[in-house]
């Protein structure tokens, strides 16, 4: 008998020593730098984040040396321009599911170094919630309009950094702009542009989105057809991202001059007089051939057991799409897109992510070219368009650009 309960104990103490030295160590400790390989894992168990996301409400941490240290109350909506921010907004509906979104925000004189963390720990935060989450990249004077809803009072800028102290104050009480320039003979395309009078001519139409607000300027030497095309692109802008409740304006020869003049406020300067000459907008036709040409669309894959990025060929299609995979969508002239597919991995989410920001520091794009995280079946008009059809609920459109 002494035996056999020998024999039960040894086995049972050999079992119990198995599953202790097969159990994976958890890795954890600061980020100690961006080439740190340990460093997404290390921001998923970050102490900083151990019980955030629970409850509806925002939170926002400051990056310093690598580390999310959080923001006071009484500093909420107080951006130093020289660092990088992270904001997480949880949602709750009726029935207490949770969502939520992450936001890191990009000071104009940040680091790379922090920038960078920024997005890492972002990645990291997300992986927190299973992938689930949507992640959103700010800069500053720039920021997006669900992002500005967070504050009750205007943003506030800081001049310096982690290593400055408090110094001149600046205020912005502005919201996200996106302003489209409509262009074409035969094939009218649309294309983002910098939000100012400055890429504007007399010679397109532009469409002006902010908040709910959404205007159609229409150039003094304009054609119809563009016309009738950013008419089209505004409703889709009002019913598809807006869910309905904007409001689209026409801005033509015959508005009356309060009229005129509330397009140039909501864009933020200017006036009619000063919107630069037709031939300022180049040639119909060869904007036609560069738009055709310059976007990419890469599948974003890790099928092989490693992630593999590949550029597909035009014309784009719905159909190119796959739930499985995760794809960017460089426009050239306008945002980056990151199309999550749902069946997506969790590696395929974060690389796909990490490559567009790559993308977008490469190639030097101007500050208010954004990168977007698209989650299948919630695609805004403006990705929508690059695609040569596109069925939403039974009802197909041709592409726009």
């Not at 229409?218 to 563009?226: P, T, Y």
Request: neutral net charge; glycine residues 8%.
């Amino acid at each position: 008998m002494k035996i056999i309960f020998s024999c039960l104990l040894f086995v049972l103490l050999g079992s119990v020593w198995a599953r202790t030295a097969t159990k994976p160590q958890e890795i954890s400790g600061p980020i100690t730098s961006l080439s740190d390989k340990n460093a997404r894992d290390k921001a998923k168990v970050h102490p900083a984040f151990a019980n955030v996301g629970r409850t509806a409400g925002v939170q926002i941490w400051r990056i310093q040396n690598f580390e999310p240290i959080p923001v006071a109350q009484k500093d909420i909506g107080k951006f130093y321009k020289g660092d990088s921010y992270i904001i997480l907004r949880t949602t709750s509906d009726n029935r207490n599911n949770l969502s939520w979104d992450i936001h890191y925000w990009i000071g104009r004189e940040s680091t790379q170094d922090e920038s960078g963390a920024a997005a890492i720990l972002t990645v990291g935060l997300d992986d927190k919630f299973g992938g689930a989450a949507v992640q959103h990249r700010e800069t500053m004077g720039h920021e997006s309009a669900l992002f500005l809803s967070y504050f009750q009072t205007p943003l506030t800028y800081l001049e310096g950094g982690n290593p400055s102290g408090f110094n001149h104050v600046v205020t912005n009480a502005g919201a996200q702009k996106r302003m489209f320039q409509v262009k074409g003979k035969r094939d009218v395309r649309v294309r983002q542009v910098d939000p100012q009078i400055a890429s504007m001519n007399k010679g397109d139409v532009f469409v002006l989105d902010l908040d709910n607000d959404i205007y159609v300027f229409v150039g003094e030497k304009a054609k119809n057809v563009e016309k009738l095309k950013a008419i089209s692109f505004a409703n889709q802008v009002r019913d598809q991202d807006h869910h309905g409740r904007g409001r689209v304006d026409i801005v033509d020869k015959y508005s009356s001059d309060v009229d005129v003049q509330k397009f140039f406020t909501a864009l933020g300067s200017g006036v009619k007089d000063l919107v630069p000459d037709e031939s300022t907008g180049g040639d119909d036709q060869e904007f036609e051939r560069s738009e055709a040409s310059n976007a990419i669309l890469s599948e974003v894959s890790d099928a092989t057991g490693k992630i593999k990025v590949t550029p597909l060929s035009k014309p784009f299609k719905q159909e190119n799409l796959s739930p499985q995979n995760a794809y960017i969508l460089d426009t050239i002239s306008g945002n980056i897109y990151v199309w999550i597919g749902k069946q997506s991995t969790a590696n395929e989410k974060s690389q796909a992510m990490t490559k567009a920001q790559e993308l977008l520091n490469a190639k030097n794009y101007p500050s208010w070219v954004q990168v977007t995280r698209v989650l299948q079946n919630t695609e805004p008009a403006a990705f929508k368009q690059y695609f040569f059809t596109w069925r939403d609920f039974g009802m197909s459109h041709s592409r726009v650009i």
